[in-house]
């Protein structure tokens, strides 16, 4: 008679109890960053148009503004515009990104990653790193439409030169999701900030123009924009030549702006709540 | 073979107490809570907007740091073991958990996959929840076009992708029609007889606490004022019966009358031709009375019985209705202490 009761008991309490944790395993660091990288991507691929809205402003200048460059005399003036054109979408599709953070934070879906098991760290690397894969369409867009209209295409250095472009939109993008983090759900306050940020850069690139006959003060405060020297790396890549310093200026000014956009952008996730 | 689910609690907490710091201003959010929760209940934390209960529960899912006292979660320490906890329990905050750029099915994806799932794994555990949850049809459609009602069941199907045995809801039902609230309710008391699953929430609607909570813990100004069965709670209160009479003159007498018949036990009080009647078991002894009444001479006209509700438990309480600390609280913003304060102060906090 025990032993019956005993069956029935073990019976409910198997039925009552959910199943444990389907997972035996804590995902690591790199797993983490992965998935949250995955997870920013899907809506990229899922509507691949998303991309062109960070586009809008640097086509407006391919198109209205290139066309009252002077000429030159070696190689056309759209050889020279074109990097600083690929170089600004880069930096407005990076420094916009933020905006999808802030959303995130309103609507609620924030809240819930951060309740999850996923670490601050891989939440804001996973969604920096993504930064690259819309940098590459966009620049893949900027050269096709392009090329018919007399722009030399250099395949191999094209490349070499998104590569030094990826660590920027890494680092931009941390800073976008930082102001994100900060704004929390102020959403004036993160497009003011970014808004006010973004045309100096540009302009201070030499990016429409060139900084040749700028007055004193104006190359001094260009030279501590780590844009400038990324524009000018991808114009010297861009047209074909790879002189090592202009290029290796470049690569670092990227990496900087990587390594000072990740730590900002990782103390603002680890305060995050 | 001994049971399992009958060791310990799931939740502990000592002292649990949080302050914000506001223009200046202290304000104590959660004071020195003391509270058990064990395996397989279902728990609703009732209060009116800024009593605590949602600040309450950000500490325990290790949203936010308690100012003093411990709090344990699922046997780990909701501040030094902050990753433990976040993969023990499920938790379904007040807005949207599913971002509204995503698709209903990549959510469920990316949260098995952020709690160590395979990938075939966490697309097979997302189609059992789509189509527990009635889902399927919409799980391609961006977030942001679901309804109220189908982004609430995502919310909860995402909340359980790695069948947690402690869930959280922070107000479930806030903002939905009453037919999605009935499913709502329905659905969380299944999960918790089906399962066995721990569910927590909270709630300032004192239908659903009733409706759905096996126990209620009342919460006021960051304090436990109450913690029992919703029953009992409104047992202690009695129920009311109103009775009518033809004039006032039968009033009085049918007063007096019930007062030597019920004595201490009630509490009367007469207004014109009515006569209310408060008192443990009310509904058993009204028939009796009626009776009584009409043997008098003092025949009852109108008779009405009811219940104690929550309401009546809080009023008891704390002297004020839930429903006026609720609109009370909603208007006056220098007051909304615990919800919004959360959000704004966390930068000083941390």
Avoid at chain 2, 4 to 14: D, L, N, S
Avoid at chain 2, 281 to 300: N, S
């Amino acid at each position: 008679m025990s032993a019956t009761i005993q069956i029935t008991e073990t019976a409910q309490s198997s039925v009552r109890r959910p199943r444990e944790v389907v997972a035996p395993r804590a995902p690591g660091l790199l797993a983490d960053t992965w998935n949250v990288m995955v997870r920013e991507l899907r809506p990229v691929f899922r509507e691949p148009v998303s991309v062109l809205f960070a586009m809008v402003q640097p086509l407006v200048f391919l198109g209205l503004f290139a066309p009252l460059l002077p000429k030159v005399e070696d190689g056309s003036a759209l050889q020279w515009f074109v990097p600083g054109i690929i170089a600004m979408t880069a930096l407005m599709s990076a420094s916009f990104t933020g905006a999808n953070l802030t959303q995130e934070i309103v609507t609620g879906s924030h809240e819930r990653l951060l309740v999850s098991p996923l670490s601050r760290s891989s939440l804001l690397v996973g969604r920096a790193l993504k930064e690259i894969v819309p940098m590459l369409m966009q620049s893949a867009i900027i050269v096709a439409v392009v090329t018919p209209f007399g722009f030399d295409l250099h395949l191999g250095h094209v490349l070499l030169g998104v590569v030094v472009l990826a660590g920027f939109s890494i680092g931009v993008g941390a800073l976008s999701f930082a102001l994100a983090l900060v704004s929390k759900d102020q959403e004036w306050l993160f497009w003011t900030v970014q808004q006010t940020l973004i045309f100096p850069l540009l302009l201070l690139a030499g990016v429409l123009l060139p900084l040749d006959g700028a007055p004193g003060w104006l190359r001094f405060a260009a030279d501590l924009n780590p844009l400038k020297y990324v524009v000018e790396a991808e114009r010297a890549l861009f047209a074909g030549t790879v002189p090592v310093d202009t290029v290796a200026y470049g690569a670092v000014a990227s990496a900087v702006v990587a390594a000072f956009g990740l730590a900002v952008g990782l103390r603002a996730m680890r305060a995050s709540r | 073979m001994t049971t399992q689910h009958t060791t310990g609690p799931v939740i502990r907490t000592e002292g649990l107490t949080r302050h914000f710091t506001r223009h200046k201003q202290t304000v104590e959010a959660v004071r020195g809570l003391d509270l058990e929760v064990g395996r397989g209940e279902l728990v609703a934390f009732l209060g009116p907007n800024g009593a605590g209960k949602s600040t309450t529960l950000r500490m325990l899912t290790t949203l936010l740091e308690p100012t003093s006292g411990t709090a344990e979660v699922a046997g780990y320490d909701v501040v030094r073991e902050r990753r433990q906890v976040r993969r023990s329990i499920g938790y379904v905050g007040q807005g949207n958990g599913a971002g509204h750029a995503q698709r209903g099915r990549d959510e469920l994806v990316s949260q098995g996959r952020a709690f160590g799932l395979s990938r075939s794994a966490a697309y097979a555990r997302a189609e059992e929840l789509l189509d527990a949850f009635d889902l399927t049809e919409h799980a391609r459609r961006p977030v942001s076009t679901l309804s109220g009602g189908q982004r609430r069941r995502l919310d909860i199907a995402i909340g359980l992708v790695h069948t947690p045995q402690l869930l959280f809801l922070d107000e479930p039902s806030t903002g939905l029609d009453p037919q999605n609230r009935a499913n709502l309710q329905e659905q969380v008391r299944r999960l918790h007889d089906e399962q066995g699953t721990t569910i927590v929430l909270t709630t300032h609607y004192l239908e659903e606490a009733d409706a759905i909570a096996d126990r209620v813990v009342v919460i006021d100004h960051g304090r436990v004022i109450a913690d029992d069965t919703a029953a009992a709670l409104k047992a202690g209160l009695g129920d009311l019966v109103t009775l009518g009479f033809e004039n006032e003159t039968h009033a009085i007498t049918a007063a007096w009358q019930a007062e030597v018949l019920l004595g201490s036990r009630a509490e009367i009080e007469r207004v014109g031709n009515v006569v209310r009647v408060r008192s443990a078991r009310g509904a058993e002894t009204a028939p009796g009375l009626v009776t009584e009444l009409a043997w008098q001479g003092v025949p009852v006209t109108r008779l009405d019985v009811a219940s104690a509700t929550l309401d009546d438990v809080f009023l008891e309480l704390t002297g004020r209705s839930l429903r006026e600390s609720n609109e009370h609280t909603s208007d006056d913003t220098s007051d909304d202490s615990s919800e919004h304060i959360s959000e704004n102060s966390e930068g000083e906090a941390a």
